[in-house]
């Protein structure tokens, strides 16, 4: 049941310059979408979410972008920070609370 | 700390066996909701209960069950455990019922080892 695809299981960026990170989906119905970052031994924590009548939710460093015909949704990180290296992992939602996730991007951002 | 507390943190255990798994929600928090991540695959929807209740289904095998108690605590109940269902068990909660409106807080996870 891949109703969520991340198909970069790792991105390499330099400190300074951008990451982006990706994500399709196939179920319609998906109405609301987050991305998720996770460190080793912890649970995932809340980034950045972007409703469907939405293209674009900004906050800070970090921008979501969601192209609702291509089913696609994508995270930038401006500037990508050594901080920023852990896993992202993208998730969409519809109803109530039912929420799938795609399988992560490992971020290593280099300094 | 998000708040979300889950016991044990590791547990080893045998084909076959019975294990249950804890959850505490935040303080507040109505929703309790419990993901599997295997090995390389991301977190699969299990289950969610709001004040007690279920409220929405995903990937759950028969042979696990899950409850809410009245203090709003927890359990996923895992029986006759297979080495497949080797994974990082998380629990979230949040306020209201809706991943929409409501941003879910994880907790630090249970990672089960069948044996």
């Known amino acids: 049941d891949q109703q969520v695809k991340q198909n970069s299981p790792s991105l390499s960026v330099q400190e300074g310059r951008i990451s982006i990170l990706n994500c399709d989906y196939t179920?319609?119905?998906?109405?609301?979408f987050l991305w998720y970052k996770k460190y080793p031994a912890e649970g995932p924590t809340f980034l950045i979410s972007?409703?469907?009548i939405k293209d674009k939710n900004e906050d800070g460093r970090f921008t979501v972008f969601l192209n609702k015909s291509a089913k696609h949704l994508s995270l930038h990180i401006v500037p990508s920070q050594p901080g920023d290296s852990a896993v992202y992992f993208c998730?969409?939602?519809w109803g109530y609370g039912d929420m799938r996730f795609g399988a992560g991007t490992r971020l290593t951002v280099k300094p | 700390d998000s708040g979300v507390t889950q016991t044990p943190k590791h547990l080893i255990t045998a084909t076959g066996q019975r294990v249950t798994l804890r959850c505490s929600p935040r303080?507040?928090?109505?929703?309790v909701y419990w993901y599997q991540q295997s090995l390389d695959q991301g977190l699969q929807f299990l289950i969610q209960?709001?004040?007690?209740?279920?409220?929405a289904k995903g990937n759950i095998l028969e042979r696990f069950s899950a409850q809410q108690f009245p203090d709003l605590h927890s359990e996923l109940n895992l029986s006759s455990l297979e080495l497949g269902d080797s994974a990082l068990y998380f629990c979230?909660?949040?306020?209201?019922?809706?991943?929409?409106?409501?941003?879910?807080?994880f907790g630090p996870g249970t990672r089960l080892t069948v044996l």
């Open positions: 979230a909660s949040s306020f209201g019922t809706s991943g929409r409106r409501f941003e879910q807080f």
């Open positions: 209960y709001y004040n007690g209740e279920e409220r």
């Open positions: 303080s507040g928090d109505l929703s």
């Open positions: 998730a969409a939602s």
């Open positions: 972007i409703s469907s």
């Open positions: 179920n319609s119905m998906f109405d609301y």
